[in-house]
Every structure is written in structure tokens, then in C-alpha cells.
């Protein structure tokens, strides 16, 4: 329970370390460093737990779906994702469940650029903050613990590790500036 919470929380930091690394500096080289060790923390996630599993391979499509896998970074760390899958193997995970977080991450994706939104304060901060998946991921956490035969839900505490798991993405979001100049200061090389 400890080393999900750590996985989850380490995940979304690289997650997103990763990405403005590749699409804010164009640092391939950290944003392919930082992406490998989210990648280790989903894979190991994804083999191991079902909820994980349908989370993340969720977050792969929506996001392969709405076109945001454009930087070799995200190619790289794609390919791994999916290469740790096929050799370690997928637990069972239920379609329905996988199909509605797609959608729900494709929704956040598309949603978080759309420039016609940009403004409108509510709607901007819903998709700046990615409460699609939140909101599904909840209710699955919901019919996983009042329905656990009837809907193939998640336990709950996926929620409380999908809420660990994006809070430390925005945490490395606003703190992404401050720590990729200090990670560049120390290594300059890297840069």
C-alpha cells in the first residue's frame, strides 16, 4: 500500500517533468531520463495492479488519441511502457472501464488546448486541472466499493493513489522551472 502510494506520487512528478522538459526546454535527454523512471513506476504499477493497468494504459491512449505523443521523449517512453506490458503481462482489466478512462483522458486532452475555451474561467480551470478523469476515476472507486460484483470498479483507494498521483504532477509543474535550473546548474552537461 506504501510503495502504490510512492509509485503513484514519483509517476505523475516524472510524468510531468518529463513532458515540460520535452515541449517547455527541449532537453530530449532529461525529459527522456525523467520519463524512463515514470515509466518504471507505471510499468510496475500496471503489471501488478488492475486498476493501475487500466488507468495508465488509459492515460497512453487518450493522449496517443488527441496527438500529444509528438516529441521522441514520448516515443521512447511509449514504446517501453507498452514493451514492459507485453513482457511482463497485463492483469485482467474490464473494456468498459478502460473505455470510459480513455475517453475521459482524451476529454481532458483536448479539452486542456482548446483555444475557444481559454477565458471561460470554470471550464479553463476543469480541463487546466484534468477533472474528467478524476471524476471517472472516482465513480469507479464509487461502484467498485458499493457494486464490487456487479461493475468491475476500482478498489477504492485507487482514488486516494490517482489523487496522490496528479497532485505530485502539479507539484512538478509549478516547481518545474526552480528544479530543472537547479538539476541544469548541478549538470550542465545536461542541458
Avoid at 57 to 81: C, E, Q, R
Amino acid at each position: 500500500m506504501i510503495l502504490e502510494a510512492i509509485l503513484y506520487a514519483s509517476s505523475g512528478f516524472f510524468m510531468k517533468f518529463s513532458d515540460d522538459a520535452l515541449d517547455m526546454e527541449n532537453n530530449t535527454i532529461m525529459g527522456v531520463i525523467s520519463g524512463l523512471i515514470c515509466v518504471a513506476g507505471i510499468g510496475y504499477l500496471s503489471v501488478n495492479f488492475p486498476d493501475a493497468a487500466t488507468i495508465f494504459l488509459a492515460i497512453l491512449m487518450g493522449t496517443l488519441f488527441s496527438g500529444k505523443v509528438d516529441k521522441l521523449g514520448h516515443i521512447v517512453t511509449l514504446v517501453i511502457f507498452l514493451a514492459i506490458l507485453v513482457i511482463f503481462g497485463l492483469p485482467s482489466i474490464g473494456l468498459g472501464a478502460l473505455i470510459i478512462c480513455t475517453l475521459a483522458a482524451w476529454v481532458d486532452e483536448v479539452g486542456n488546448d482548446r483555444e475557444s475555451l481559454k477565458g471561460k474561467k470554470i471550464v479553463e480551470t476543469f480541463f487546466n486541472y484534468r477533472f474528467t478523469m478524476k471524476i471517472v476515476v472516482l465513480a469507479l472507486a464509487l461502484l467498485g466499493a458499493f457494486y464490487p460484483v456487479q461493475f468491475q470498479g476500482f478498489q477504492p483507494v485507487t482514488f486516494i493513489y490517482f489523487i496522490l498521483f496528479d497532485l505530485s504532477y502539479e507539484l512538478a509543474g509549478l516547481k518545474f522551472n526552480r528544479i530543472y535550473d537547479g538539476i541544469k546548474g548541478i549538470y550542465g552537461v545536461i542541458g
